[in-house]
């Protein structure tokens, strides 16, 4: 029974989340409400508030959606994986769903998007088995700083990259963002270790529904 009851669910975002994406081809995000989703979905309002807080939710659930094949990519490609594919599969992850991806970045408010975007790569890594506890959101530590602090620079650039309608291939996306964290000294430090301590792990965590 739960387990037909958590396909449900599952069936219920995801057809919100695609009404969200087919709304945004027409409307504003700022002029859709929830009851135009439910009425695209097809589902009742409280079938809604049962599965997300808001509209923002919906947004911050495809997000995670996508980062979970970057995940999925990740740990596929972990033998020989180094610091430059890890980056680059981020850029590629977002390519394969140019259109939906931009037309979210072109219509939902900004720090709703960025904050969307770091807590959805973050969630990815941090998925892995052998992601280090202390670099997790919820320590105290200057490793967990120094990563906060690097993924809101990633999340800026991509931000860009998509606003812009995503002009560079992600190879040279990932030329680009390499040499930055270069230069102000953020090379070696808590991504190259994050990419070193989970290229050697399949381990996945169940992604969250």
């Known amino acids: 029974m739960e387990h037909r009851v958590n396909k449900q669910s599952e069936r219920t975002r995801r057809w919100i989340t695609q009404a969200l994406l087919k709304l945004l081809r027409t409307v504003p995000y700022a002029s859709i409400s929830v009851s135009d989703l439910t009425r695209e979905a097809d589902v009742s309002r409280q079938s809604f508030y049962r599965n997300f807080e808001s509209k923002d939710a919906v947004v ?3 997000l995670s959606m996508i980062f979970a094949d970057y995940r999925a990519a990740f740990v ?3 033998e020989g994986l180094g610091r430059r594919r890890a980056v680059e599969l981020v850029f590629e992850t977002l390519y394969a769903h ?3 991806v931009i037309a979210l970045v072109a219509s939902v408010p900004r720090g709703t998007m960025m904050l969307a975007l770091q807590d959805a790569l973050l969630d990815a ?3 892995m088995e052998s992601f280090p506890k202390d670099l997790s ?5 200057f490793g967990s700083d120094m990563l906060m602090y690097q993924l809101g620079g990633v999340s800026a650039v991509v931000f860009k990259w998509v606003s812009n309608e995503m002009p560079s291939s992600p190879r040279d996306m990932t030329e680009r963002l390499l040499s930055v964290m270069e230069s102000v000294g953020d ?3 808590v991504f190259g270790r ?3 301590a989970m ?3 399949a381990g996945m965590a169940t992604p969250a529904a």
């Open 98 to 100: 140019k259109d939906d």
């Open 194 to 196: 994050l990419v070193e």
């Open 187 to 189: 090379g070696d430090m």
């Open 137 to 141: 959101k919820a320590s105290d530590s």
């Open 125 to 127: 890594v941090a998925g």
């Open 76 to 78: 596929r490609e972990r």
């Open 199 to 201: 290229g050697g792990s």
């Open 60 to 62: 911050s659930r495809y």
